[in-house]
């Protein structure tokens, strides 16, 4: 018999929905058919059907993925037809608002929509520019654009907001008439609403803006008050799980009421169940997300196990918890939290023993401070086996891995959880009527303590190797080789001596590889075309390094810029630089200058220029204003131009020698002074005409793939190479020495 049946299930269940959402639903069809004629030949076989084990994973996983493949054509194929729609709604609000680079945003369950044939009840994300005077279940009867979640393979905004039950997003029409309504009759979750509310009130009142923002979310799970930098470095040092609730955090709260209850001598049984409750509440508090529901209910299977005298089994428990989950919404996969939540209490549960026991092998001569040594070795084991189970989700989800990850989590992680008490216990007292001056106390020390974790992940972020991109070959390769070589040594049977040797050799060889490639790519330059529909998103970088030649393009598609800006570790530039104010050119301009915060803004001096991107570049960096051109010399071998014509703007560039063309907005060829239209490279977005006029190798359109299409008549005539955007990914030219270039398509 299997030992833990309900590990194998639950674990299997949830690695299927993982694979399903890299893959087609035609190709999830033919992987169902597959697993079930697996499941069919290990039947027939009898030493494999004597084990069981095998049949059950099959079967497991041929039962999610049809779970998968109903819900996508219950739940996703009918909501299709409502893609770039307008259309008149009418729903409740059902949860807090918020507020996100300018723009409020409410989550709506609906009641009725004005179109045929389409479903009515939905929870929608509805965006608009201005707070609106609606509270939580609140009724609003108005007319939005609907359009579905940028779809890509794996993990991305169509996946993280399926895992929400959140199908389809809409922007409000502002201008049209809209009506709201209260709702006298609250759901008892509404009352969970306004606590959470009320924290969050409280904080905010208490704290400074950017302390506020860490405490909520490391209480709550909002992240949208903390700004991009902490974000990043936190990111970049491996401790980015301490922003969002999870079963740390469960597990914390837990042990943190089981402790009050003791120390009041509440019976052993009753502290279980009044636990079990406040987790229930805490739960809801954070909106019940896939994460804190895994650790909600992992532990509340365990107390109720040692109420009935029965020794639950925390892996099986584990499983059940994940099995429950993914049931109830098999695209709960998509949830990154949820993933590294379940991946990294595994590794604890699994290895957290054996790696403390190595650990110690290195301690075994310090005949002091046994306790405090016992208690860092079990904190370090606990962290190691968190990081390497966590490793492929991480590599996955955020493009790069941490070196300093263990001295992070360290340094961080019991403060943090101090930090979170500290919080709550304030955010409570604030509403005590004559006791509520001993709040500030309270808060004033979560405030040092988010002061002292600031501190720490801006020192270790700003470490040359502190994180490494894994979006290049070889870190792949070393992980790879590191985890074959670490589990060869555990098969050869001498597992403690060798793990450790393993462990030690897979370590350096990453670190001399980073280290071998960061030297020979330091002369490289790349510049990156984005796939960002209509126009131009363009940046040069070298190194850590990077400049934005433009960026611009379709309205929902900013997402393209930070993915890839992470992806080369990038966190600030160098600068900005604005040929003209076209969506094709600048929609981005302001989102990335709040977000990268330019050393300089360079911007036509143009009545057409944006107040807000002209305010925000005066606040955040140096802006540099020029009225017919501007010249710029960065790192040694590039060189930039930008140009302002009464009928023409464009940006000259010359990178190692080789000369680049970039019109965003478009444009004519006609228009531009010859010593401009010989170029190697011509980069254009929007309706750029006279291709043939332009004396270069290679043009690179940068539009959706129906403009794209459109064009392509006119400048296949051209007799140049053409390569496109066209939603098939980012265009990338690697300049080398002299005139070498190599180019590649990155999705």
């Not at 674990?11 to 169902?32: K, N, R």
């Not at 502002?174 to 969970?192: A, H, T, V």
């Amino acid at each position: 018999m299997i030992k833990r049946p309900m590990a194998v299930i639950g674990f299997s269940y949830l690695a299927a929905l993982v694979a399903a959402t890299y893959f087609s639903i035609e190709i999830i069809i033919g992987f169902y058919i597959g697993t079930l004629i697996l499941f069919l030949l290990s039947l027939l076989i009898k030493n494999v059907r004597d084990k069981v084990i095998l049949p059950l994973a099959f079967l497991t996983i041929a039962a999610a993925l049809l779970s998968y493949i109903s819900f996508t054509y219950i739940k996703i194929e009918p909501i299709n037809d409502l893609d770039n729609r307008d259309v008149n709604i009418s729903g409740r609000v059902c949860d807090l608002p918020y507020e996100n680079y300018g723009r409020y945003y409410y989550i709506i369950e609906t009641d009725k929509i004005d179109a045929y044939e389409v479903p009515q009840k939905l929870k929608i994300r509805m965006s608009c520019s201005k707070a609106l005077d609606l509270d939580v279940y609140d009724r609003i009867d108005c007319r939005v654009h609907m359009f579905m979640p940028k779809d890509k393979s794996g993990f991305s905004p169509k996946t993280y907001y399926e895992s929400k039950g959140i199908y389809i997003l809409s922007y409000l029409y502002e201008y049209d008439n809209y009506s709201i309504k209260e709702e006298p009759d609250k759901p008892i979750y509404y009352y969970f609403l306004k606590v959470r509310k009320a924290i969050i009130e409280a904080l905010r009142t208490m704290l400074p803006e950017e302390q506020a923002g860490v405490a909520i979310g490391v209480l709550l799970g909002d992240k949208y008050l903390i700004s991009d930098d902490i974000q990043n470095n936190f990111r970049d040092i491996g401790i980015a799980h301490i922003l969002a609730v999870s079963g740390l955090h469960v597990s914390f709260i837990a042990a943190f009421i089981l402790l009050i209850l003791r120390n009041l001598r509440i019976p052993a049984n009753l502290r279980y169940v009044i636990t079990c409750v406040g987790i229930f509440c805490f739960m809801a508090l954070t909106g019940f997300s896939p994460s804190v529901r895994r650790a909600g209910i992992m532990l509340i299977i365990l107390y109720l196990g040692v109420l009935i005298n029965n020794r639950a089994d925390s892996i099986n428990s584990l499983g059940i918890a994940t099995l429950i989950i993914s049931i109830i919404n098999p695209f709960s996969a998509g949830d990154i939290g949820f993933l590294l939540s379940v991946t990294s209490t595994l590794g604890i549960l699994l290895f957290t023993d054996k790696t403390k026991n190595v650990i110690k092998m290195f301690t075994k001569k310090i005949n002091c401070c046994n306790d405090l040594i016992y208690n860092i070795c079990e904190l370090i084991s606990m962290t190691i086996c968190a990081m390497v189970t966590t490793l492929p989700i991480t590599m996955l989800s955020f493009g790069k891995i941490s070196l300093v990850g263990v001295i992070a989590n360290l340094l961080c992680v019991f403060p943090t959880m101090l930090m979170m008490v500290f919080s709550f216990i304030s955010a409570i007292l604030y509403y005590c009527g004559p006791i509520a001056f001993l709040a500030m106390p309270f808060a004033l020390v979560a405030g040092i303590i988010i002061n002292y974790l600031t501190f720490c992940a801006g020192v270790l972020a700003s470490f040359a190797f502190a994180a490494i991109p894994t979006s290049q070959g070889f870190v792949s390769f070393c992980l790879s080789g590191a985890a074959i070589l670490i589990a060869y040594s555990l098969f050869l049977g001498q597992k403690y001596e060798l793990v450790r040797i393993a462990s030690i050799l897979s370590f350096i060889v990453l670190l001399v590889g980073t280290m071998s490639y960061q030297i020979f790519m330091s002369g490289s330059t790349e510049l990156a075309v984005l796939d960002t529909g209509n126009g131009c998103s363009v940046f040069v970088s070298k190194g850590d390094h990077a400049i934005a030649v433009s960026c611009g393009g379709d309205k929902f598609k900013f997402s393209e810029i930070p993915y890839y800006l992470s992806s080369k570790n990038i966190d600030r530039l160098d600068y900005m630089i604005l040929s003209d104010f076209s969506n094709e050119a600048s929609y981005y301009a302001q989102s990335v200058i709040e977000q990268y915060n330019p050393y300089y803004t360079v911007l036509p001096n143009s009545k057409n220029i944006d107040d807000k991107i002209s305010r925000t570049a005066a606040d955040s960096s140096n802006a540099v204003y020029f009225n017919e051109s501007a010249n710029l010399e960065l790192w040694g071998n590039v060189k930039a131009k930008a140009v302002r014509m009464d009928n023409q703007s464009f940006i000259y560039l010359t990178i190692n020698d080789v000369n680049l063309l970039l019109c965003p907005s478009g444009g004519n060829a006609l228009y531009l002074p010859n010593e401009y239209r010989d170029c190697d490279i011509l980069i254009a977005g929007g309706d750029f005409k006279n291709y043939d006029y332009i004396n270069s190798s290679y043009i690179v359109l940068s539009n959706n793939f129906d403009s794209t299409m459109e064009l392509l008549d006119s400048v296949a005539k051209s007799d140049k190479l053409i390569i496109a955007t066209a939603g098939d990914g980012n265009v990338i030219f690697d300049f080398k020495k002299d005139k070498n270039i190599c180019i590649k398509r990155v999705v």
